[in-house]
């Protein structure tokens, strides 16, 4: 169930009888055909449990799950329908994941296939105590949300969004500010540049960043604000 970009605000997704997504609750623009919007409460693909662990991790944004109506007017087969998503005026980026695993803070989610399993992800098996550390710092948390599988993601940045290849050989170093989220085989570890400059404040102001390494993308925005 690819996403369709209207503009770099909006993005379209189609429905068909038998599929469904989920979204962050106000996030349905527009749409076309019989849909159904209804509050989730067990969090997505990954179930009760899931949902349970996101609320303690204060990963719980809002969902509404997202389907064709079935039966209509009788019949047993419903026409596709398509429903348009948008946030706040953020800039969206999709991601298509191939059984891939995306790492993204709840808060920027707009919307994304139901098949995907979500979980969440204790910053600290990313990075160790430098991981939460950074939690801290970006004012994430100590937890992170989790899609995995095959499907697309629309995720919400300020500013528009651009994408980073991570390979051994060139790791990528990133503001946490302005990081939205990244994919693949990646280990993550906050680094400081603190000298004498930074102490007497002299200093570039860039005293933490987010050093990403191993295989996979970064999705970076152009903006230090969170959502």
Same mark, same amino acid.
Not at 26 to 32: I, N, P, T, V
Not at 48 to 73: D, F, K, N
Not at 199 to 224: D, K, P
């Given at each position: 169930?690819? $996403?369709?970009?209207?503009?770099s ?12 997504? &989920? #979204? %962050?609750r ?6 076309? @055909?019989?849909?159904? $919007?209804? /509050? ?6 990954g179930?009760?449990? #899931?949902?349970?662990g996101?609320?303690?991790a ?12 079935q039966g ?7 026409? *596709?329908?398509t429903v348009? &998503? @948008?946030y706040?005026?953020?800039h969206v980026?999709?991601?298509?994941? *191939? ?6 803070e ?16 204790f ?8 991981g ?9 948390g100590? &937890? ?13 940045a300020?500013?528009?969004v651009?994408?980073? /290849? ?10 946490? %500010?302005?990081?939205v ?6 280990r993550?570890?906050? #680094? ?8 007497i404040?002299?200093?570039? @102001?860039?005293a933490?960043?987010?050093e ?8 970076? %925005? ?5 959502l």
């Amino acid at each position: 169930m690819p $996403f369709t970009a209207l503009n770099s605000r909006m993005v379209e997704a189609r429905i068909v009888p038998g599929q469904r997504l &989920f #979204s %962050q609750r106000g996030a349905m623009l527009a749409y076309r @055909g019989e849909v159904t $919007f209804t /509050p989730n409460i067990q969090g997505g693909q990954g179930g009760l449990g #899931s949902m349970i662990g996101r609320r303690i991790a204060g990963e719980a944004t809002p969902l509404m799950t997202v389907e064709v109506a079935q039966g209509l007017h009788g019949r047993g087969d419903t026409p *596709t329908a398509t429903v348009m &998503f @948008g946030y706040g005026g953020h800039h969206v980026q999709v991601v298509d994941l *191939t059984g891939d695993t995306l790492y993204v803070e709840a808060d920027r989610l707009l919307a994304f296939d139901g098949s995907l399993s979500q979980g969440t992800m204790f910053m600290g098996a990313q990075g160790g105590v430098m991981g939460m550390v950074r939690g801290q710092v970006t004012g994430q948390g100590l &937890f992170t949300t989790t899609l995995q599988g095959h499907g697309s993601v629309a995720v919400m940045a300020h500013g528009g969004v651009i994408e980073l /290849p991570i390979t051994p050989e060139r790791p990528v170093h990133v503001d946490p %500010q302005a990081y939205v989220a990244h994919r693949g085989d990646v280990r993550n570890r906050l #680094s400081t540049a603190i000298g004498w400059r930074e102490m007497i404040g002299r200093g570039s @102001g860039e005293a933490f960043q987010l050093e990403l390494s191993g295989r996979g993308t970064v999705y970076v %925005q152009a903006s230090e604000e969170k959502l």
